[in-house]
């Protein structure tokens, strides 16, 4: 018995596989699917003889079926087979990629997109946070942080990928040839998944000695005591209080402004004089910089604390707003531009949750901020097409663009006044 139980030491942890596969998962999902879809802006308003506001929509429709399908999410993994799930997911989203190849107007861009954005729900970032959770009790903050740089590094490899394609043999030829990808590197995730390490008769990472998983319940245990003894205000207090609906303003404004101009960031480039194949260079390097500045400030933050990383991070974000406005082939500053700019993306994410906890505290704070993401997630639904609006009535992503750029900087002044003070215990009483 020892014997065996000494092979089954050595031999690799299947969770590890599982999150390689994850991270692929993330890569194509998020980074290919979504974030390079910018790329076919031009191409195909110009085919399809439609305008970049309609466009817009397609995405926009991806965000509503997410933010529509996300809250039942775990009721249908326990429901039916976790498997056959995901694997209905990766389909989905292959079948709404591939559709956009085919698509003949606005009608069959809308039904793709709807497709994707339904397959997401189920082969994207909800569910690889709920599977890693149940693989990984130990190293579970490494596992999580890795498979998020999945869409970070997949929209820096498929945006330039995609333009060149694009210039070289057209855009359904780019769309096939991704999906091609996106097939191989989908692959792992479609044999390999699986839910929970109990399918296989495992145990979770850091359970494998008896010892080493009754520290990890009983830390379990202490720290979701410590977590009921927090205080913090609870939802209905919460909703009384100016800090609360600042914060909201604060993550609407920022997913706002990234969004609105990411979203639209490829036709903004070649629009400014940029070749196709260089504005791909350049929302690569976006796309580094915001994976870098996630890992980078989320450092900070336990460093300095939130409120002057909030101010450290979302100056920097404006910084990056108005140099997007202004980026230019001439004068050598565009990759510069990028970077900061990519500093500017990565706010919203990265903050909306730190600062929820800051003001709020921790007692309901999976309450509170799920209203927070509602607001959040209100930016990418509304700003893509306030953005295509903007241009087909006045042939310039301009006056948008300043507007996200104020945006940012109401999201600042808002933190400043709003976030100085973090929750002091007992400050809630007052509005309960």
């Known amino acids: 018995m020892a014997t065996l139980e000494g092979k089954k ?41 439609i305008s970049r506001t309609e466009f817009a929509l397609a995405n926009s429709l991806i965000s509503v079926a997410v933010c529509g399908g996300s809250p039942f999410v775990g009721q249908v993994f326990e429901k039916f087979n976790p498997k056959n799930v995901i694997r209905a997911g990766i389909l989905l989203v292959v079948i709404g990629w591939f559709g956009y190849s085919f698509a003949t107007g606005k009608a069959t861009l809308y039904a793709c997109a709807l497709c994707i954005g339904i397959g997401s729900n189920f082969a994207g970032a909800v569910v690889t946070n709920i599977v890693l959770n149940n ?30 394609i694009i210039v070289a043999s057209g855009y359904q030829a780019a769309i096939r ?30 359970d494998e000695d008896p010892e080493a998983a009754a520290a990890n319940a009983q830390a379990a245990a202490q720290k979701k005591l410590e977590m009921s003894q927090k205080g913090g205000y609870t939802r209905q207090q919460a909703f009384k209080t100016p800090k609360f609906w600042a914060i909201c303003f604060i993550a609407f404004f920022l997913s706002t402004g990234a969004i609105g101009i990411f979203s639209h960031i490829s036709a903004f480039l070649v629009d400014s004089g940029f070749e196709p194949v260089k504005a791909g260079a350049l929302i690569s390097t976006i796309s580094l910089s915001m994976a870098a500045a996630k890992i980078f400030f989320g450092w900070l933050n336990d460093k300095i604390g939130t409120y002057k990383n909030f101010i450290v991070m979302a100056s920097i974000g404006v910084v990056g707003q108005i140099m997007i406005l202004n980026i230019s082939p001439k004068g050598g500053m565009a990759e510069i531009t990028a970077f900061i700019f990519g500093i500017a993306f990565a706010c919203t994410n990265l903050l909306s949750p730190l600062i929820t906890v800051h003001g709020l505290g921790s007692k309901e704070y999976g309450k509170i901020f799920g209203v927070v993401s509602l607001f959040l997630y209100a930016g990418p639904i509304l700003a893509g097409l306030f953005s295509g609006a903007i241009f087909d009535s006045t042939g310039s992503y301009d006056i948008a663009f300043k507007i996200y750029a104020g945006m940012y900087v109401m999201a600042l002044i808002l933190g400043i006044i709003f976030l100085k003070k973090p929750y002091q215990d007992g400050e809630e009483e007052k509005h309960a």
């Not at 792992?188 to 495992?202: I, Q, S, V």
Request: charged residues 5%; aromatic residues 18%; proline residues 5%.
């Open 9 to 49: 030491q050595n031999k690799i942890f299947y969770g590890w596989f599982l999150l390689v596969s994850v991270w692929l998962l993330t890569a194509v999902v998020t980074g290919m699917f979504v974030n390079s879809f910018s790329q076919f802006l031009i191409p195909m308003t110009e085919a399809f003889g």
């Open 135 to 164: 693989w990984f009790h130990a190293k579970k903050g490494f596992a999580m942080g890795f498979a998020t740089t999945g869409s970070g590094f997949g929209s820096a490899v498929f945006n330039p990928l995609a333009s060149s």
């Open 177 to 206: 040839t991704l999906g091609i990808i996106a097939i191989v590197c989908l692959l792992p995730t479609f044999l390999l998944f699986r839910y929970a390490p109990e399918d296989m008769g495992l145990v979770p990472y850091g």
